[in-house]
């Protein structure tokens, strides 16, 4: 509950308004604003894991790598917790991971500098060819629904014992993870299909008794849609019931914007 509302009270700081704008209001493709601050969570996954944040065609690092064992995080930055949530089409197991609000949530990207890929870390296996655009949705819908099935939803403070620490979750049987390692596994999941990265970005949203929370942004030919840790269907990202506070580029994934006014 203190979560709830602290999560609350920064979206009214934010000056967020709680009901999302109609979608006939939007465009298909989210507007980007002005510069903002990332989450601190994503700085310091840069920083351990370079491969995670490489901007797409880097010659230095890999689009994706195999997510590490569970490790003690090396940082304690905000706070993401277990929350239920009933929106419209949830499916039988309808829970999220939401993120408290702290004044440490979002970090200025350059305060940090990424690790620098080890031997280990990259990747050398041929990318697939990228899918025909028409079949992107079907692939979508695919991935959203296989992974989070897959994943049983845990808050970092379960599994780490601090609030916030970004990794993909993985898949299988010792698949655990929160809303943005849900987001982060699905990123992976659709690159290793020949999705291209530049396609691919993160967003951190906001829904009032809902708090923050992380999900993936898919760019099709006809608009953006969302792949979301709360349910298996596949939105418009106009059609979501959130407003939306920071948006990662898709060409510089550390650099983040705020949403332009619709």
């Known amino acids: 509950m203190l979560n709830r509302v602290i999560a609350l009270a920064a979206g009214v700081a934010l000056g967020l308004s709680a009901t999302p704008a109609l979608a006939s209001q939007q465009p298909a493709f989210i507007p980007f604003g002005e510069t903002a601050d990332a989450p601190a969570g994503f700085l310091e996954m840069c920083v351990r894991d370079a491969a995670q944040c490489a901007a797409p065609g880097s010659p230095a690092l890999p689009p994706h790598r195999a997510p590490d064992q569970l490790v003690p995080?090396?940082?304690?930055?905000?706070?993401?917790?277990?929350?239920?949530?009933?929106?419209?089409?949830?499916?039988?197991?309808p829970y999220t991971c939401t993120a408290g609000a702290t004044p440490q949530y979002f970090r200025s990207a350059s305060l940090v500098v990424p690790a620098t890929a080890t031997p280990a870390d990259l990747d050398f296996s041929p990318p697939r060819a990228e899918p025909d655009s028409r079949q992107l949705p079907k692939l979508v819908r695919e991935i959203n629904q296989r992974v989070n099935r897959s994943v049983r939803q845990r808050s970092d403070l379960q599994l780490f014992g601090v609030d916030e620490y970004w990794q993909p979750a993985?898949?299988?049987?010792?698949?655990?993870?929160?809303?943005?390692?849900?987001?982060?596994?699905?990123?992976?999941?659709?690159?290793?299909?020949?999705?291209?990265?530049?396609?691919?970005f993160l967003a951190v949203v906001?829904?009032?008794?809902?708090?923050?929370?992380?999900?993936?942004?898919?760019?099709?030919?006809?608009?953006?849609?969302?792949?979301?840790?709360?349910?298996?269907?596949?939105?418009?990202?106009?059609?979501?019931?959130?407003?939306?506070?920071?948006?990662?580029?898709?060409?510089?994934?550390?650099?983040?914007?705020?949403?332009a006014a619709g």
């Open 73 to 93: 995080p090396p940082m304690i930055l905000a706070g993401c917790v277990d929350e239920f949530f009933a929106g419209a089409g949830a499916e039988a197991s």
């Open 170 to 200: 993985g898949l299988g049987a010792d698949a655990f993870g929160d809303c943005e390692d849900i987001a982060l596994q699905k990123r992976v999941q659709l690159l290793q299909e020949g999705f291209a990265p530049e396609r691919l």
């Open 206 to 259: 906001f829904r009032s008794g809902v708090g923050l929370h992380t999900v993936l942004v898919a760019r099709l030919d006809d608009g953006d849609v969302v792949l979301d840790s709360a349910t298996g269907i596949v939105w418009p990202w106009q059609d979501t019931p959130y407003s939306w506070l920071r948006v990662q580029s898709p060409d510089q994934p550390m650099q983040w914007y705020r949403v």
